[in-house]
């Protein structure tokens, strides 16, 4: 499969391009950056052209791997898909939920398969957890405690304009969303709340009248740097293990996993954009219930 890359950051480079190289049904078509310069310099070190022009490498792939921005990840999902070219795509699938229903409807249109890399989700461990966490049943909360630190010097992602700008909402929000809604399903209620430092914390109800606690920030003291989840319920508690491999491993599961789709002609993987588009509306609900102080419904 010709995969066009579209990004040229830290993720894009050492993670989507990585993988796309080391897979054996996989070859990469091209890379196009917001900044030629860098596109050149990451399309050179893989032996591929750089392009300047979206649409162009739409044109010259089978499938296209985001490492953008959330909001320009949107419009060029909406084109290559419109283009019939599949979809592998970062989270947030979008920064609102306007944005998020053009790339689902542009994909169910079209017919193509899609993945979003939600990077918990393609580790084994992890995904068979989940599995047997959700069948086992009976989960009357969870809690989710993800406390980073980007800013600190020589980190890769701390200056992201559009990380500095949404904060741990949308950034890591969507890492613990993928992890708590496979066990307790849809979302149908949300408050918000924010603390010191970009600390924001969410309550949440789930389809059953389930509940769940988020704790999120990227600014945390280095010292507090954790991540812990816990689901409490009628048989005791369970924790969330972390993945047992590496970004580059599970984006190599993703691409497996899509090829499956394509191979198959199946459009139902759990992390598809359908599922994207969930998550984003749960964040977008949380932005609001931030902003207004109130308790929103979904």
């Not at 050149?40 to 490492?67: K, S, Y």
């Not at 959330?70 to 699938?93: F, S």
């Not at 293990?241 to 190599?252: E, N, R, T, V, Y």
Request: with cysteine; glycine share 10%; proline share 5%.
């Amino acid at each position: 499969m010709r995969i066009g890359l579209f990004g040229t950051g830290y993720w894009a480079a050492q993670t989507h391009a990585a993988a796309i190289e080391a897979h054996p049904r996989a070859q990469l078509a091209g890379v196009w950056g917001r900044n030629p310069a860098k596109a050149e310099e990451l399309a050179t070190r893989h032996g591929v052209p750089a392009f300047t022009d979206v649409d162009a490498l739409i044109d010259a792939c089978d499938a296209v791997a985001v490492a953008l921005p959330p909001d320009v990840q949107a419009d060029i999902a909406v084109r290559a898909a419109t283009a019939g070219r599949h979809l592998l795509l970062d989270k947030p699938l979008a920064l609102d939920l306007a944005d998020a229903d053009r790339v689902v409807a542009a994909a169910q249109a079209s017919g193509v398969a899609s993945v979003v890399f939600f990077t918990q989700r393609f580790h084994p461990n992890v995904t068979g957890f989940l599995a047997s966490t959700a069948a086992a049943g009976g989960w009357q909360h969870a809690r989710a405690t993800m406390f980073a630190s980007i800013f600190q010097p020589g980190n890769p992602y701390g200056d992201s304009t559009w990380r500095r700008e949404r904060g741990a909402l949308w950034d890591i929000g969507p890492h613990a969303l993928s992890l708590i809604l496979p066990v307790l399903g849809r979302v149908t209620r949300v408050a918000a709340m924010d603390g010191p430092s970009g600390l924001v914390h969410l309550l949440l109800t789930h389809d059953g009248g389930a509940t769940s606690s988020l704790s999120l920030t990227l600014d945390a003291p280095s010292e507090a740097v954790t991540r812990d989840f816990v689901f409490f319920g009628e048989n005791g508690t369970e924790t969330v293990p972390p993945g047992d491999g590496s970004a580059l491993q599970a984006f190599g599961a993703a691409l497996d996993q899509l090829l499956e789709e394509v191979d198959a002609g199946t459009r139902d993987h759990r992390c598809d954009v359908r599922f994207g588009r969930e998550v984003v509306a749960v964040l977008d609900a949380a932005q609001t219930a931030r902003a207004q102080g109130r308790t929103v419904d979904l």
